[in-house]
T-cell receptor, first 113, second 112 residues
Framework: DAGVIQSPRHEVTEMGQEVTLRCKPISGHDYLFWYRQTMMRGLELLIYFNNNVPIDDSGMPEDRFSAKMPNASFSTLKIQPSEPRDSAVYFC???FGQGIGYTFGSGTRLTVV | KQEVTQIPAALSVPEGENLVLNCSFTDSAIYNLQWFRQDPGKGLTSLLLIQSSQREQTSGRLNASLDKSSGRSTLYIAASQPGDSATYLCAGGDNYGQNFVFGPGTRLSVLP
């Protein structure tokens, strides 16, 4: 397996624009997680899915953020409209139950100017 | 709400030394705990996972222990090498072992 695949690797956008981040989890993993990492706040869980169903979205900062998982092999994180404070590295991860096989993607570095 | 702290924030050691990284968590109801490694500009790689019924895990030169009663975990690295230089993060799992709360990490530098 190629691991967790995220795209794009880098994204630079202007404030107010819509941004869509993409993730392909490892085949067979039941859980998918979206994280955000910044120097100030460290690594924060935004939302996670179990069998394509959102389980906990309490980490989603605002209504501007939304995430979907239409099938077991694809998920998106959308920010609309984007703001400079959204600039961060966004990671997707997937795993089996109980944290087994926890694997992170390489991340998307988002810069909002 | 679970909070995870790590001490020290940064550590620099000469090659060959044995070292210990510390992790503390506030909620003893932690289900499991993982140690991760993060290289600059990269994602995190899981090193060791200690499940609820376990007290320690070993992989090669790495050994991690978990003491729920004291709210602590340690990662022991034996005979450190320059290739061990990275940031090490611990993460505590909730009572389902799924929602992991991450510590801020310890940045390790092993000098040749």
């Amino acid at each position: 397996d190629a691991g967790v695949i995220q795209s794009p690797r880098h994204e630079v956008t202007e404030m107010g624009q819509e941004v869509t981040l993409r993730c392909k989890p490892i085949s067979g993993h039941d859980y998918l997680f979206w994280y955000r990492q910044t120097m100030m706040r460290g690594l924060e869980l935004l939302i996670y899915f179990n069998n394509n169903v959102p389980i906990d979205d309490s980490g989603m900062p605002e209504d501007r953020f939304s995430a979907k998982m239409p099938n077991a092999s694809f998920s998106t994180l959308k920010i609309q409209p984007s703001e400079p404070r959204d600039s961060a590295v966004y990671f997707c991860a997937s795993s089996f139950g109980q944290g087994i096989g926890y694997t992170f993607g390489s991340g998307t570095r988002l810069t909002v100017v | 709400k679970q909070e995870v702290t790590q001490i020290p924030a940064a550590l620099s050691v000469p090659e060959g030394e044995n070292l210990v990284l510390n992790c503390s968590f506030t909620d003893s109801a932690i289900y499991n705990l993982q140690w991760f490694r993060q290289d600059p500009g990269k994602g995190l790689t899981s090193l060791l996972l200690i499940q609820s019924s376990q007290r320690e895990q070993t992989s090669g030169r790495l050994n991690a222990s978990l003491d729920k009663s004291s709210g602590r975990s340690t990662l022991y690295i034996a005979a450190s090498q320059p290739g061990d230089s990275a940031t090490y993060l611990c993460a505590g799992g909730d009572n389902y072992g799924q929602n992991f709360v991450f510590g801020p990490g310890t940045r390790l530098s092993v000098l040749p």
